[in-house]
């Protein structure tokens, strides 16, 4: 199984990106899929998830109300549109997927939000 983060880069405080998470190679359905975040010198934290029929979503609080998780089950994609960046919001922005009970992570995309 393999995801790939792509929608990453630079943005001033107050702008918007949507990062996008590619799925392949699995022959299962996929259970949740998440979003996460590190930031320099912090631990990974979860952004956001949502269940694989994309019928259930949750966010972290510094996050709600700015951030939009979706995904496409036809094209095996998952979506975090961010709005409303803040300079807190820098950090490696992960996907990972459950699947019948095994974790899958990408690599990660780079977000900066310059203030």
């Known amino acids: 199984v393999q995801l790939v983060e792509s929608g990453g880069g630079l943005v001033q405080a107050g702008g918007s990106l949507r990062l996008s998470c590619a799925v392949s190679?699995?022959?299962?359905?996929?259970?949740?899929l998440y979003w996460f975040r590190q930031a320099p010198g912090k631990q990974r934290e979860l952004v956001a998830a949502i269940s694989g029929g994309g019928g259930s979503t949750n966010y972290a609080d510094s996050v709600k109300g700015r951030f939009t998780i979706s995904g496409d089950n036809a094209k095996n994609t998952m979506y975090l549109q961010m709005n409303s960046l803040k300079p807190e919001d820098t950090a490696v922005y992960y996907c990972?997927?459950?699947?019948?009970?095994?974790?899958?992570w990408g690599h990660g995309t780079q977000v900066t939000v310059s203030s």
């Open positions: 190679g699995s022959t299962f359905s996929i259970d949740i």
């Open positions: 990972a997927a459950n699947i019948r009970a095994m974790s899958y």
